[in-house]
């Protein structure tokens, strides 16, 4: 089973180029025989993510991330090992074998997961049928109220839930395990009796960016003290905070043409009349504020991002937040701006697509907007209010990085408020700049050993086979950490057998989050191989030997001291003593460079 999987593997990644596929997710740029981005993994303004087409692997020299073309899909679609397996393998049209991949470990998770999915997919489908069964007839009326069109409903498969009782009566006879459909969040368990957990709602299924259903959200018809919508809790499957509702058409979407921007709104009504409309390139957030997760997946599909919130006071503030995370990963975010107590639907339904275009044609930078935002909370008129608006203002001008923009800013400030530019100027000046929250740098903490960085450092010369190894063997230096000397040995297998060292290879030898992978990734710190070239390097290459060999011998005497202060037998103590004096005599050479 291990030899026919790691053939598969082999054979996959041979047809898959990295570069490739990583193009589909994030731009790179070119510069020599390395591709470069800015890390998907963490935030970032100068490049510092590497992809090597020629050993076909990628590094992030700024949080140390880094993989294979298989790690690299697995992590930007967080999916298992083996869904990315699939992915790739559908794309390189290869079938994956049949055999027991899946880790001792794994197994059961992946037995939970799959189960879980295909008990959402059946409720999807029991949904569905329910609302063409003629039985749920609040439901089709509210469709019909709320202007919902047969094929949109079909698009996102729209559904009904009749009570709280048919659905888990419906899974059980069809086999399902009883913790399995309480574990999906479609069934919920109340007085030990199971329940459908959207019991009487009108039922949307979220649908991830594989085409699966990951979870249901549920819209009250009548009059209630439980919100009007709710979603189906969290799973092993579904994670609110890096899921985006209708993820799944935008990625078709983008298949078909370039995304130029997204738009964003709050529920599942907006994203409805706005893909009926033609604005196709639509997502929702599902009415939670957004994440650093979910800007790193609106990355894949595009760099620029309009916020279109409700026009009343929550969706502004909301419009805020949500500005702060987007820009913060990097991406171009506008918000639109809507009439008061209008969201995208009512715009759609009471001005049409015309209209609401134009407010996407307007659509205001984050300094625009927070500017006209907190203006919105002052009467200019009155010299109390025009003074505190001024100085909120002003707060909000500072956080600007072009002093291009803070002029033009401070310039359009001072015609509203007839104050002038130079005084505004003098007090900006005066402000202490507030920084916009930005996520937390990763910091790659590094307390390691003289020993660790020398073995590094000689281990990534090997590896990319910089001159200054000077055809020394490897296997003549003992590494007395195990990463460093699985390294070492795998090195050596190659050049004995004359084969060409693969780094991507390396990945299979340690698992993911152990400190042995870290600890792979520190001597990939080196893999640009400007370090490992030059005089500078050969020397510091020949001092970083020099210290292996000296801990390998310090090593040795003071196991050797320990033995013979044990030791009782008067020949046995003498034959140590000899060794001892050996390593000694060794340990001089070393240190004056006489052994080599």
């Known amino acids: 089973m291990a030899n026919e999987l790691k053939e598969f593997l082999t054979t996959l990644k041979e047809k898959l180029n990295i570069i490739e596929v990583a193009g589909n997710y994030i731009g790179l740029e070119r510069r020599g025989g ?21 050993d076909q692997y990628y590094h992030c020299f700024g949080c140390g991330e880094s993989g294979d073309v298989i790690k690299f899909v697995q992590n930007m679609e967080n999916i298992e090992f083996m869904e990315a397996v699939k992915l790739l393998a559908d794309r390189a049209n290869l079938k994956v074998p049949q055999t027991g991949f899946d880790s001792q470990q794994t197994v059961e998770l992946k037995r939970k997961k799959d189960a879980i999915l295909k008990i959402l997919n059946d409720c999807a489908h029991f949904y569905l049928n329910n609302l ?16 919902i069109p047969s094929n949109i409903v079909r698009k996102f498969g729209l559904g009904a839930s009749l009570n709280f009782y048919d659905l888990p009566k419906y899974l059980l006879a069809k086999g ?23 019991g009487g709602r009108l039922i949307y ?9 990951i979870a249901f959200g549920g819209r009250v018809l009548k009059k209630t003290d439980f919100g009007k919508y709710k979603n189906t809790k969290e799973t092993l499957v579904f994670n609110k905070s890096k899921t985006l509702y209708n993820i799944n058409l935008l990625k078709k979407l983008k298949k078909e043409q370039t995304i130029n921007e997204v738009i964003i709104v709050e529920g599942y009504m907006d994203t409805l009349s706005l893909y009926q409309a ?17 800007a790193r997946l609106l990355k894949r599909y595009t760099d620029k991002v309009l916020i279109s919130y409700d026009g009343d006071s929550a969706g502004q503030k909301a419009n805020m937040r949500g500005l702060d995370v987007l820009k913060s990963n990097g991406l171009s975010v506008k918000v639109v701006p809507l009439s008061d107590g209008l969201d995208p639907d009512d715009m759609i339904k009471q001005k049409g697509a015309a209209a609401y275009q134009k407010c996407l044609d307007n659509a205001m930078p984050l300094i625009d907007y927070k500017l006209a935002s907190v203006g919105r909370g002052f009467d200019l008129s ?24 803070q002029e033009d800013l401070l310039k359009s400030l001072s015609d509203k408020t007839g104050i002038s530019y130079e005084s505004l100027n003098r007090d900006l000046r005066s402000v202490p700049k507030v920084e916009a929250p930005a996520p937390k740098p990763i910091e790659r903490k590094d307390n390691s050993s003289m020993q660790d960085r020398a073995s590094r450092f000689v281990i990534a010369a090997y590896l990319f086979g910089s001159k200054i190894t000077r055809g020394r063997d490897i296997s003549k230096i ?13 090195i050596f297998s ?34 640009d191989g400007n370090a490992l070239q030059g005089e500078v390097a050969a020397k510091y290459f020949d001092d970083c030997v020099q210290k292996l060999k000296l801990a390998e011998v310090n090593a040795e005497i003071t196991r050797v001291k320990s033995l013979i202060a044990a030791e009782e037998d008067g020949d046995r103590r003498k034959d140590l003593t000899a060794k001892l004096q050996r390593l000694i005599n060794q340990q001089k050479k070393i240190k004056t460079g006489e052994e080599e």
């Open 478 to 490: 003992r590494f007395l950490n195990g990463v460093h000397d699985i390294i070492a040995k795998y």
């Open 132 to 147: 063409n069964s003629g039985k749920a007839d609040e439901h089709v009326a509210y469709i019909l109220k709320r202007q």
């Open 176 to 198: 399902y395990n009883r913790q399995d459909l309480i574990d999906s969040g479609a069934i919920n368990e109340a007085d030990g009796r199971l329940i459908d957990a959207q």
């Open 494 to 527: 190659k050049q004995f057998l004359e084969e060409k060292i693969q780094p991507a290879e390396l990945f299979e030898f340690f698992d993911e989050g152990t400190d042995e992978y870290t600890e792979l990734t520190r001597i990939l710190d080196y893999c």
């Open 34 to 54: 390395t591709y470069w981005a800015c890390c998907p993994f963490h935030h970032e303004k100068t490049p510092s993510f590497a992809l090597n087409e020629a």
């Open 205 to 213: 299924p979220i649908i991830n960016a594989m085409d699966e259903v």
């Open 278 to 294: 033609g604005f196709k390139n639509v997502v929702a957030s599902m009415g939670t504020s957004l994440t650093q997760d979910q």
């Open 382 to 405: 009155k010299t109390d209010d025009k003074r505190q608006f001024v100085q909120e203002a002003i707060k909000i001008v500072k956080t600007s990085d072009s002093a291009a923009e």
